[in-house]
């Protein structure tokens, strides 16, 4: 049973280039989280994915947009990178059917991508 | 806003020594999460708690969630050189099925 992949791994951009991260849940799993973490802090919530459309939205500009597929996986793109978008971009799956059962929350994390803006 | 503090922000310790870790919050959660990470991985979740007062173990692992669902604590006994990691607590709010994290604790066990 495969868990949450990601890719790439790692990945190096400029300021102002557009990039594209790739999730894949684990397997039984409809919801895509997305998380942005800086180095030495808690992930942030950037977007949540279910039935193909951004269901939750953080504190993040509009620079930063997703996409599920039928599938279930997930894209995260941001364009204009800044600096400042430097981080491990974190993916989450859970299972919105166990949420509505009354059964309580449970994401299950992706190894992260490593973007680097130079 | 929800927030989640967590202290003490870093801890070095000795093998074999106990710690406690603190999550702190104003918010209600209907569940809180505790995650451990290691440099370069996505956190891994350790334990779910749900009930106020609830207290539940994972080996030398004791978490603890407070009466008010505001709070928890994560205890670890004669910890180990392995257990060093960053540990995070995470509440989620319930209707919004999103996670808030807390600010982290970053242990070092020294052998």
């Known amino acids: 049973d495969a868990g949450v992949t990601q890719s790439p791994t790692h990945l190096i951009k400029t300021r102002g280039q557009q990039v594209t991260l790739r999730c894949s849940p684990k397997s039984g799993h409809d919801t895509v989280s997305w998380y942005q973490q800086a180095l030495g802090q808690g992930p942030q919530f950037i977007f949540q994915?279910?039935?193909?459309?951004?269901?939750q939205r953080g504190n993040f500009p509009d620079r930063f947009s997703g996409h599920q597929f039928p599938n279930y996986s997930s894209e995260l793109n941001v364009n204009a990178l800044l600096l400042g978008d430097s981080a491990l971009y974190l993916c989450?799956?859970?299972?919105?059917?166990?949420?509505?059962?009354?059964?309580?929350?449970?994401?299950?994390f992706g190894p992260g991508t490593r973007l680097t803006v130079l | 806003t929800q927030l989640l503090e967590q202290s003490p922000q870093f801890l070095s310790i000795q093998e074999g020594e106990n710690l406690t870790v603190y999550c702190n919050s104003s918010?209600?959660?209907?569940?809180l999460q505790w995650y451990r990470q290691e440099p370069g991985e996505g956190p891994v979740l350790l334990v779910t708690?749900?009930?106020?007062?609830e207290v539940k173990k994972l080996k030398r692992l004791t978490f603890q969630f407070g009466d008010a669902r505001k709070d928890s604590s994560l205890h670890i006994t004669a910890a180990q050189p392995g257990d060093t990691g960053l540990y995070l607590c995470?509440?989620?709010?319930?209707?919004?099925?999103?996670?808030?994290f807390g600010t982290g604790t970053l242990l070092a066990v020294q052998p």
């Open positions: 989450a799956s859970s299972s919105k059917g166990l949420l509505f059962g009354g059964i309580y929350n449970e994401q299950f």
């Open positions: 995470a509440g989620d709010g319930g209707a919004t099925n999103k996670l808030i």
């Open positions: 708690v749900v009930t106020g007062g």
């Open positions: 918010s209600v959660f209907s569940s």
């Open positions: 994915y279910y039935e193909e459309e951004e269901r």
